[in-house]
């Protein structure tokens, strides 16, 4: 055990600071990191590197190369940058890339190289170009602070929602500020800046000068600040070696050191944990790494390459062309137990374990001296916390033994801590895989909370993993797995080289019905990337209508979206397509569209309600007026709209809009004679009319003996020359013959004409002697067949001359 | 057998000037926004404007040969020596209408009538051009002129800056020698129905441009309020204006303003004269017809210019219809044996008949080919709908007998559904010959029509109503009766004035008595011969002589009203009675037989045709001007709300 903290650096008194390997990086990189435009995303998020960036000596020629990859040196995009000159890369809290061009035009890009969108800084950065810009996190989320060639600043404190804020003048401001940081302060951000031996704070007010209590005298400038990862405390490197460290507010001094290295420092981050007892700064230059805090001395390494520090939330990361290493202060929990000759109950439970293992018997001793202090529930929970903070799984599995064991001769030790504990330290070992290579501490992990975790992995399409993690923690699965496989499935249909089908069918294998996927979602993520058919495929899928209904509309597949409101049962969305339809068809295909619905169609149909309203409206209003005939025909228009709408309903058709006519007409051709009848009574049709509408319809359906029947029922009101007539329209003689002879005297004749049967008109007529029907039999015999019937006609004309 | 007038007939004046002056304003209104242009033109301008100017004449230079163009459709424009200065370029056409419009050009230019409807499609482009950040030139042009009410559209809908209004004062095109349309069929329903008296003073701007370009009238007549009120108008201008008209000899002697709602009778029965058939079988529009492939015997349909030009319809556009099939008859055997002098000729004479004739007998032989096919189609159709009946009803009506078996037809029509504006039409005329329905059968009457074909015509019975076509006896209405007995009993001044109390009661048509009055139903005795018209009975098979036309004819005879006084108060037309003019002893006595009849609401071709034969009789010439030509199914259809 000896060597466990060969590695462990003191800094003062109290505290230990030591440095472990992450992942040694195989990343291929051509040039130094000092020659790149570099930004690494907190919280163990991937790594940029604008290689070959606008330097002046440098030929123009070459185009920039934009690589992105893993904190474990995993390439994961790298693409030609096309556009102007970059000043300065960051990553956003949501992981996204935003490089600040030198026009102040800020370009986002995904995790994996893909252009998200872009924005502009504004109209007075693009004209003084920008000098410099920090990509600053706060509650809000990201924020750029852009310093201009004309010394001003520009900052937004969220890229989601962009509100530009220009921030005041610094009386006097010749020259580029020696250094600048951005502080945030009440939820608010300001600008600190040094020019000189002076420092101003800039809030979106006023310019302040601010003087850091007790500076040692002599400072000429300023060379470096640094603020912490919380913006609780700020540091202050000066052109004599000389560190300050205070609150961010500049009120308290926590500590000074004087290094004695004037040269400028390369970076200078703080290297400190939630609620540490020790404040301490990380200062590198080129060669040199340097740990200042509260103490007389400092701990240095030596850098053997050219690294980049990376400031967490409870260290730093240090990478460069190699290695991968992490700098933090020593875990309490760990410091306890692994310090030499450390009798706390921690140290002496893992003693315990371990000589347990051996058999040997100082095990009960060491457990024995634990419990006569009462101190093994402490020591049981210190072993848990100090797994949490170790890197290496074999220390995890002993710590965790050791707990695991002591917890043994406890009675009721709640056992969520330790079991939360072994799931987390699986997750992180999970993560920190150096196929994965999130190198997330505990205390970060506790920090970002699982759920974003689960973002993040998706952002990296690690879908499989995310999945395992959210089983093995057993997340409710609208949270967890569900949601990964919606953020699968739209990752699936933007992949263009996969038919439709088998898009489809894949994603619907993996889904299933799970809980909480919306198809929907993933249909319409299909539709933007102009997969219709596709997102029609997954649709069948949705089982929600009014999800997919919608966006059937959108898709202009109106008569889909129809059929599918109508399966759907609701109303409300039946009428939501119908109105839609109705705007986008036009009438006639909009009801030929209607007609093949007759849900639809009968729902169309009870905006009748509304018609016979306003008719009542209109009714009344006759009836003021003491026009009775109209609001009689008004109420009658009202009872028919009703009526016809029954009518639908019941024998289907289009009955809606007929005149009370066509009603009975379209009623009698359908075969629904005693409903016909009964409409006559109802409307009180007169006898007249009805014999010719039924006449017609019957003829015209050839219901030859339905028409027979009906001529006998009683006597015509019309006669019978009517029947001759409309038969003969229909071509039927042998019908038209029967009702012939049933014709009245009077109109015989025309009759016996209209079937052809000249002979016989002729004689009806000069039995009658009427002149005029005598000369149109007359007119009507054609010279060769009727020659005999007209001479005839022509001796009884004679007769009846003489007479 | 054809109408030939008298030789002493005066000439008519040249109305080709008309086309002309419409076709420089109009060209000279494009001219004033120059460069490329867009031209939309509303539905109802574009025939009419076609009779004027061609397109390619829109789209090509303005033309500086100033021939004589007898018709539009010869119009010729010559691309030779046109200034660029002068073009007036349009580009494309466009037919207002409510569909997006996809001109790319910088300038649009509207060419609309002055409605509502077209402010608001003219606005909607402009802010639509507006929303998109488009800046465009629009011009508008309002035919025959511009109204207050449309700028104030324009305002409101906040575009009133952004267009140049113009006026294109085209309200008369000739349609024929003796035929000026103002092509305004809305005058009728505005105007009648609608009370909208806003198309009067187009009339009397026509008026003031006829006399203007024509000489003063010397003598003027007319009857019905909208004559006087037009007249009035007119006069003014003249007056205003005056000094341009003095010192010019009148060409044509009388004009005689009439309103259609004097005489409804006429307009409703059905047309028997040829042209008349024509335009209620075919629907002439703007002195064209299309006829269909039932009557071309090809599968298309072709567009027909009906007027003096042709040379067979010339012939037989006035006469009745039972003539028209022997005279075409007898023309194609006069064709044939044209044909046939071929044969027997020698190489010269052959050579003479091909060029000269042969090219005139091909063109007459289509012509006869044409109308000998429209005969057909008019006599199938006709025979279909039993028009005997229909026709025999009509003169039952006419002559006042057996009015219950007309009511019944009229009835038994309604309840087969023969044809809404056919049932429409008879009950009118129904009504108006008899003052109006009986209540009871006003009711039924409505009540089967309502349910033949649906409620919404109650309205069209209400607007029926209003424009006094289709009323019904105010209830216990003995009023004839009792007026009869009284007046027998008092001298006849008393009389006169019961009469107008009763009147002035309800206004009712008197139908019979101006019958009476007016000898409207001639007495024959046996058939009428319709191959040699006695009268102008003759347009409407000899049973019945137009009323307006035998106004017209009575006024023309007795140089003004006097005599008339007692027709005058049947048609409650005391006070609308007037006659004016310029009382001119110098005007020559060829003008004197010219006489400008000018129908405000429409005139039918079956008048045109009456007094085309009267003047024939009397050596007179008329000349028609008529607000649109109409006939009974436009009239009712003015009247419908029900719109197809």
């Known amino acids: 055990m000896d060597c466990y903290t060969a590695n462990w650096n003191p800094l003062g008194d109290s505290a230990f600071y030591r440095k472990y390997e992450l992942y040694s990086m195989d990343w291929d990189l051509k040039e130094e990191l000092r020659d790149c435009l570099v930004a690494a995303a907190p919280y163990g998020g991937p790594i940029a590197l604008l290689r070959n960036p606008w330097r002046k000596e440098k030929p123009a020629s070459v185009r920039p190369v934009l690589d992105i990859y893993s904190a474990s040196g995993m390439p994961l995009a790298s693409l030609p940058w096309k ?44 004209q003084n170009r920008v000098l410099d810009a920090r990509i600053f996190h706060t509650e809000f989320g990201s924020g750029v602070a852009i310093l201009t060639g004309a010394h001003r600043f520009t900052l937004s404190a969220n890229v989601g929602d962009l509100k530009l804020r220009r921030m005041p003048e610094v009386p006097g401001l010749q020259s580029a500020p020696s250094c600048w940081t951005t502080l945030c302060q009440d939820r608010v951000a300001h600008v600190l800046l040094a020019v000189g031996p002076d420092l101003y704070l800039l809030d979106h007010a006023a310019c302040s000068t601010v003087t850091p209590p007790g500076l040692a005298p002599g400072v000429s400038s300023f060379l470096q600040m640094a603020v912490s990862f919380t913006y609780r405390h700020l540091a202050l490197f000066t052109d004599t070696g000389y560190i300050w460290m205070g609150t961010a507010s500049l009120k308290e001094k926590l500590c000074e050191f004087n290094c004695n290295i004037r040269a400028p420092p390369k970076q200078m981050v703080w290297c400190s944990r939630p609620r540490s007892k020790e404040k301490a700064v990380v200062v590198a230059w080129e060669k040199r790494l340097m740990v200042v805090g509260d103490a007389p001395e400092s701990i240095q390494f030596v850098l053997d390459e050219d690294s980049y520090l990376v400031p967490e939330l409870d260290g730093v990361r240090i990478f460069s062309r190699s290695t991968h ?59 848990i916390e100090a797994a949490g903070h170790e890197h290496r799984p074999d220390m995890q599995k002993s710590l965790l033994r050791a707990a695991s064991f002591g917890k043994c001769f406890l009675d009721r030790f709640p056992p969520d801590g330790f079991v939360r504990m072994c799931q987390d330290l699986r997750v992180l070992n999970a993560i920190r895989d150096y196929h994965i290579g999130i190198p997330l501490t505990y205390s970060q992990y506790k920090q970002l909370t699982i759920q974003v975790l689960l973002d993040r992995l998706v952002l990296r399409r690690l879908y499989p993993l995310a999945i395992q993690i959210c089983e093995y923690l057993r997340l409710p699965e609208v949270q967890g797995v569900s949601r990964i496989l919606a953020h699968w499935a739209c990752y699936k249909v933007q992949q263009k080289d996969v038919s439709d089908e088998d898009v489809a069918r894949a994603i619907n294998q993996k889904l299933g019905d799970t809980p909480g996927v919306s198809y929907s979602d993933i249909a319409a993520r299909a539709y933007g990337c102009g997969r219709t058919e596709l997102a029609i495929k997954l649709l069948e899928y949705e089982p929600r209508s009014g999800e997919q209904v919608p966006l059937l509309l959108k898709m202009k597949r109106s008569k889909l979206a129809l059929s599918k409101a109508i399966e759907s049962g609701d109303t409300d969305l039946v009428f939501t397509v119908l109105l839609h339809l109705k705007n986008e068809l036009n009438r006639g295909d909009f009801f030929m569209t209607l007609r093949n619905q007759p849900m639809a169609l009968s729902l169309y149909r009870q905006r009748i309600e509304g018609r016979v309203a306003a008719l009542q409206t209109a009714a009344d209003a006759f009836y003021k007026a003491k026009n009775e005939f109209a609001a009689k025909a008004t109420e009658d228009q009202m009872r028919l709209l009703r009526l016809q709408r029954r009518l639908e309903d019941e024998l289907g058709g289009q009955f809606l809009d007929l005149s009370l006519h066509d009603t009975v007409t379209t009623l009698i051709l359908g075969g629904h004679n005693k409903r016909a009848e009964q409409l006559a009574r109802d409307f009180r049709i007169p006898d007249k009319r009805l014999w010719w509408l039924k006449l017609t319809a019957l003829a015209a359906l050839e219901d030859w003996e339905e028409l027979e029947k009906f001529s006998k029922s009683k ?47 002729a004689d009806v007529a000069i039995e009658r002697r009427n002149e005029a029907e005598l000369s149109l039999v007359l007119s009507h015999c054609t010279g060769a067949t009727d020659g005999v019937t007209a001479d005839k006609i022509q001796r009884a004309r004679a007769q009846a001359q003489k007479k | 057998m054809a109408f030939h007038h008298r030789p002493d007939a005066p000439e008519l004046p040249d109305f080709s000037m008309l086309k002309r002056l419409a076709r420089d304003q109009l060209i000279y209104l494009l001219e004033q926004l120059p460069g490329k242009k867009d031209l939309f033109i509303e539905a109802d301008l574009m025939s009419p404007l076609d009779r004027i100017a061609s397109v390619s004449i829109l789209k090509r230079g303005r033309e500086r040969h100033r021939e004589k163009h007898q018709s539009a459709a010869s119009c010729t424009p010559c691309t030779g020596d046109m200034p660029a200065s002068k073009q007036h370029e349009v580009d494309k056409l466009y037919k207002v209408e409510n569909k997006p419009v996809l001109s790319s050009s910088e300038q649009l230019c509207f060419l609309v009538r002055p409605r509502i409807k077209n402010m608001r499609y003219i606005a909607n482009l402009v802010n639509a051009d507006k929303l998109a950040g488009r800046t465009r030139k629009y011009k508008v042009i309002f035919s025959p002129q511009k109204f207050y009410a449309c700028e104030m559209v324009l305002e409101e809908e906040g575009i009133y800056g952004d267009v140049s209004c113009d006026e294109w004062a085209f309200s008369l095109l000739p349609l024929d020698v003796d035929l000026l349309s103002m092509e305004l069929p809305e005058f009728f329903r505005d105007y009648f129905l609608e009370g909208d008296q806003r198309w009067i003073n187009t009339v009397a701007q026509a008026l003031h441009l006829l006399s203007t370009l024509y000489g003063p009238f010397p003598n003027c007549y007319g009857i019905g309020r909208c004559a006087k009120m037009s007249h009035e108008l007119w006069r003014n201008l003249e007056e205003e204006e005056d000094g341009e008209t003095k010192g010019r000899k009148p060409e044509i002697g009388h004009i005689f303003l009439l309103d259609r709602d004097v005489d409804f009778v006429t307009a409703l029965c059905s047309q028997v004269v040829y042209e008349g058939l024509v335009d209620d079988t075919f629907r002439i529009k703007c002195g064209s017809v299309d006829f269909g492939p039932e009557v071309t015997s090809s599968d298309r349909s072709l567009k027909v210019l009906l007027n003096a030009d042709d040379k067979v319809f010339h012939e037989i556009r006035n006469e009745h219809f039972s003539n028209v099939f022997g005279f075409l008859s007898q023309k194609a055997r006069n064709l044939q044996a044209q044909y046939d002098r071929r044969r027997g000729m020698d190489i010269k004479q052959m050579k003479n008949f091909v060029s000269q004739e042969l090219k005139g007998l091909k063109q007459e032989h289509r012509l006869l080919s044409l109308h000998i096919g429209a005969c057909e189609s008019i006599m199938k159709k006709k025979t279909k709908q039993n028009f005997q009946e229909l026709i025999k009803t009509e003169h039952a009506l006419l002559e006042g007998f057996s009015i219950r078996d007309s009511t019944s037809y009229i009835e038994e029509h309604i309840d087969r559904q023969v044809s809404p504006i056919e049932s429409l039409r008879l009950m009118c005329l129904l009504s108006i010959t008899e003052n109006g329905l009986i209540p009871k059968d006003y009711r039924s009457l409505k009540t089967q029509y309502l349910q033949s074909y649906g409620s919404e015509h109650l309205l069209t019975f209400s607007n029926l109503r209003r424009a006094g076509l289709l009323t019904e006896q105010a209830p216990g209405d003995t009023l004839t009766a009792v007026e009869s007995k009284v007046s027998k009993l008092v001298t006849d001044k008393a009389a006169g004035k019961i009469t107008d109390a009763f009147s002035s009661l309800a206004k009712r048509s008197n139908f019979r008595a101006i019958s009476k009055k007016l000898n409207l139903i001639p007495r024959v005795d046996g058939e009428y011969d ?74 039918t071709f079956s008048e045109i045709s009456a007094l085309r034969f009267l003047g024939r009789e009397k050596g007179f010439r008329f000349i028609f001007l008529t607000t649109a030509i109409t006939n009974s199914a436009r009239l009712m259809e003015a009247m419908s709300e029900v719109k197809a």
């Not at chain 1, 935003?98 to 924005?119: A, N, S, W």
């Not at chain 1, 202060?329 to 347990?356: C, D, T, W």
């Open chain 2, 530 to 603: 319709l191959k040699v018209p006695r009268d102008m009975a003759y347009v409407f098979s000899g049973a019945y002589v137009p009323l307006s036309c035998r106004v017209i004819e009575q006024v023309l005879e007795r140089r003004s009203w006097q005599g008339l006084e007692e027709v005058l108060r049947l048609l409650n037309c005391s006070e609308l009675a007037f006659t004016g003019g310029t009382k001119d002893d110098k005007a020559p006595s060829e003008s004197l037989r010219l006489i400008l009849v000018v129908f405000l609401g429409g005139c």
């Open chain 1, 325 to 383: 290493e992490f700098l933090h202060e020593v875990p309490v929990a760990s410091e306890e137990i692994f310090k030499i000759a450390s009798m706390a109950p921690g140290a002496l439970l893992l003693e315990a374990q371990k000589e347990y293992e051996k058999e040997s018997q100082k095990a009960d001793e060491y457990l024995r001296e634990i419990q006569e202090l009462g101190q093994l529930t402490q020591a049981v929970q210190q072993c």
């Open chain 1, 715 to 761: 006597k015509s009101p019309i006669g019978y020359l009517p029947f001759v007539e409309i038969c003969m329209k229909q071509h039927n003689k042998y019908e038209a013959k029967k009702y012939a002879s049933r014709v009245g005297p009077e109109q015989k004749v025309k009759a016996l004409l209209l079937v052809g049967d000249v002979a016989q008109a």
């Open chain 1, 83 to 126: 556009s102007g000159p970059v000043v300065s890369l960051g990553w956003s809290a949501e992981e996204e890339l935003l490089c600040v061009q030198e026009d102040g035009v800020v370009l986002v890009y995904g995790l994996h190289g893909d252009f998200r969108r872009h924005f502009s800084m504004g109209n007075e950065v693009l």
